[in-house]
């Protein structure tokens, strides 16, 4: 290869006269330093990129294992909490009365599935960590479940207490002194001893007789030698009976509270003067009403 040198100068020029082999040399040897210096560029920015990522990556790590131990400190203190609830649990289902959980059934309660970290590119200590908060919280999980059925348990029974409390009879259906009781009595109009299925309690005309109980109006009309009267079925089994009414304020099929006025006082019927005659029965039986109600302050032998 020949290669022309022109000076400005006095128009000179020059051969300068360069070998094939020389050439291909040469580039090869600007080729494998501009690769060298690409290459030492590029390794220089990988490292340093590098560097970056592993302080980026240790001070994450300070920060997951300082949330680590927080969250094992949370999981302590939520496990003495509900240490706390099953104790308090046990005393109200002793109360109640319901039958106590069992350890076993508790230990029955725990458990499911716990993740297995072996698998993973973790070192021994996080791996222990981690497994410790899984088991833990999968613990924690399935007391709270069995807590959770406990309580449902007791607010059913309270409630369905809380209901039967409210519908059974339990105060004094009107103001005013007990004449005849429940039992064997004489029966004014024949003179015989005859069985007595409730309680007559002497007041003036027109004086309000309250339910003692929630329930539903299952008759309200004329019945023989009750006069007019009305009957209420509180539910399990106990329904109630006012004979003898001068006027009734309610309808077959209305609900009633305890102490709303269904009735008052009259002389109609078998009836030797104004008062009502009470029943209680349950399961259809007639039962003593002197048993069912709580404060008997008004009543007078």
Not at 70 to 92: A, H, M, P
Not at 99 to 124: N, V, Y
Not at 220 to 241: M, P, Q, S, W
Request: glycine share 8%; charged share 25%; net charge positive.
């Amino acid at each position: 290869m020949d290669i022309i040198l022109i000076s400005g100068k006095g128009n000179k020029t020059a051969n300068l006269r360069i070998k094939k082999r020389y050439l291909i040399l040469i580039i090869l040897v600007c080729v494998v330093i501009i690769t060298s210096f690409f290459y030492s560029l590029t390794s220089y920015a990988k490292k340093e990129v590098d560097r970056s990522r592993l302080s980026q990556v240790l001070n994450e790590n300070r920060v997951v294992q300082r949330e680590i131990e927080r969250i094992e400190t949370e999981l302590l203190g939520l496990q003495n909490v509900i240490d706390s609830i099953q104790v308090y649990d046990g005393k109200l289902r002793s109360y109640a009365p319901l039958k106590p959980i069992d350890d076993e059934l508790r230990e029955m309660g725990i458990g499911g599935f716990t993740p297995d970290f072996a698998q993973e590119d973790l070192s021994p200590d996080v791996m222990k960590n981690l497994t410790y908060i899984s088991e833990t919280l999968d613990n924690l999980v399935g007391r709270a479940r069995l807590q959770k059925s406990s309580y449902a348990e007791l607010v059913n029974y309270l409630r369905e207490k809380a209901f039967l409390r409210d519908h059974t009879p339990s105060i004094m259906p009107v103001q005013g002194w007990m004449i005849r009781g429940y039992g064997y009595q004489v029966d004014p109009f024949t003179g015989q001893v005859k069985m007595h299925e409730g309680m007559d309690i002497a007041a003036p005309t027109g004086t309000p007789i309250v339910s003692p109980a929630h329930g539903t109006i299952r008759y309200a009309g004329n019945k023989r030698d009750y006069g007019l009267c009305v009957e209420i079925d509180h539910g399990y089994g106990f329904i109630t009976t006012y004979a003898h009414c001068q006027r009734v304020r309610v309808n077959s099929g209305m609900r009633v509270r305890r102490g709303d006025i269904i009735a008052y006082v009259g002389n109609t019927g078998r009836s030797t003067g104004p008062h009502l005659h009470y029943e209680v029965r349950l399961s259809h039986s007639a039962v003593n009403p002197v048993n069912y109600i709580l404060s008997a302050q008004t009543i007078v032998d």
